[in-house]
Antibody
Framework: EVQLVESGGGLVQPGGSLRLSCAASGFTFSSYWMSWVRQAPGKGLEWVANIKQDGSEKYYVDSVKGRFTISRDNAKNSLYLQMNSLRAEDTAVYYC?????????????????WGKGTTVTVSS | SSELTQDPAVSVALGQTVRITCQGDSLRSYYASWYQQKPGQAPVLVIYGKNNRPSGIPDRFSGSSSGNTASLTITGAQAEDEADYYCNSRDSSGNHLGVFGGGTKLTVL
């Protein structure tokens, strides 16, 4: 079964750090771009960051640049998100997702596998 | 950066057809993908590409695209289709950033 399972969420004070993990199974993890998506309470989905198959390219939404770092360990089939200098506005459910991106007339881009999410709460 | 714009809310009578739209410059280069999210659950991919449904998604869901606008159509809406729907695409900057629309709350009357 294709599966993504996030962990590492919790309550952290403003300015603190947290490391999220995402364990992948049931597919060849090293063949896919992977991403983190978050959802603040009562709000919509926000794309946060993604990473290329070999980790050589990483992209971030402006609001987390310089504070969050995405990484992966293909030997462990795992995706990570190191979150530093956390702010109240980072409070959200964080999902990891598998990306697909290819060209066929137009570019196809979609996230076909999602984890159930892990909750991060930044509060004093 | 790029933005995708969706209507915040749409309603449809049970069994009728509803279209949810998504506008953005990046949609001239990328097909939108569409996700259904019910309260307390993770998003589920319902449409990707030109008009592709993942396994298990009912055929009442379909997608289309024209210019900078993508549409998700539900033909014969069911009570269980009541949910939030999000469109998604790459950013139009040329880098591999992603972007989501603000979401559309679908109410089935």
């Amino acid at each position: 079964e294709v599966q993504l399972v996030e962990s590492g969420g919790g309550l952290v004070q403003p300015g603190g750090s947290l490391r999220l993990s995402c364990a992948a199974s049931g597919f060849t993890f090293s063949s896919y771009w992977m991403s983190w998506v978050r959802q603040a309470p009562g709000k919509g989905l926000e794309w946060v960051a993604n990473i290329k198959q070999d980790g050589s390219e990483k992209y971030y939404v402006d609001s987390v640049k310089g504070r969050f770092t995405i990484s992966r360990d293909n030997a462990k089939n795992s995706l990570y998100l190191q979150m530093n200098s956390l702010r109240a506005e980072d409070t959200a459910v964080y999902y990891c997702a598998r990306e697909n991106d290819f060209w066929s007339g137009l570019y196809y881009y979609y996230m076909d596998v999602w984890g159930k999410g892990t909750t991060v709460t930044v509060s004093s | 950066s790029s933005e995708l714009t969706q209507d915040p809310a749409v309603s449809v009578a049970l069994g009728q057809t509803v279209r949810i739209t998504c506008q953005g410059d990046s949609l001239r280069s990328y097909y939108a993908s569409w996700y259904q999210q019910k309260p307390g659950q993770a998003p589920v991919l319902v449409i990707y590409g030109k008009n592709n449904r993942p396994s298990g998604i009912p055929d009442r869901f379909s997608g289309s695209s024209s210019g900078n606008t993508a549409s998700l159509t539900i033909t014969g809406a069911q009570a269980e289709d009541e949910a939030d729907y999000y469109c998604n695409s790459r950013d139009s900057s040329g880098n591999h950033l992603g972007v989501f629309g603000g979401g559309t709350k679908l109410t089935v009357l």
